[in-house]
């Protein structure tokens, strides 16, 4: 999975004694350590920025019509029989954790899209530069 790399540079800290890295063990013989939070990725970040779904995204999402028809002569026969609902009737319906998972996938994938084509110009612009060469 390309998850873009680091998004910002990770944060390395030590716990020990003023902020002195110390090897093992402090001078008070209490023990020292050290960790390193890798940071958010790029994909992550952009998940996060992604915008939220309308009801166009989840009527996708859901594969349902997006709404349905206003007046009864525009409903079918096979509708009425199957009882289609819309995209905003489903998404009312689900539990709110469902409905939260939902947006979730749905701005992990509009991130991914950013990715890919993020990916297709870089490899397009390295090939118009090796063209060149």
Request: aromatic share 8%.
């Amino acid at each position: 999975m390309n998850d873009g790399g680091q998004a910002f540079p990770g944060l390395e800290y030590t716990l020990g004694h003023g902020g002195v890295k110390f090897d093992g063990i402090l001078p008070n013989g209490e023990a020292a350590w050290s960790s390193r939070a890798p940071g958010m990725t790029l994909l992550d970040y952009m998940a996060g920025q992604a915008p939220e779904p309308g009801i166009s995204e989840l009527a996708g999402a859901l594969g349902v019509p997006e709404s349905t028809p206003k007046e009864p002569y525009q409903i079918s026969d096979e509708m009425k029989r199957s009882g289609v609902k819309c995209a905003r009737e489903l998404y009312d319906e689900l539990p709110w954790l469902e409905k939260l998972a939902m947006v979730a996938r749905y701005k992990y994938a509009h991130a991914d899209a950013m990715l890919a084509e993020r990916a297709r110009r870089y490899a397009a612009a390295k090939e118009a530069t090796d063209a060149k060469a």
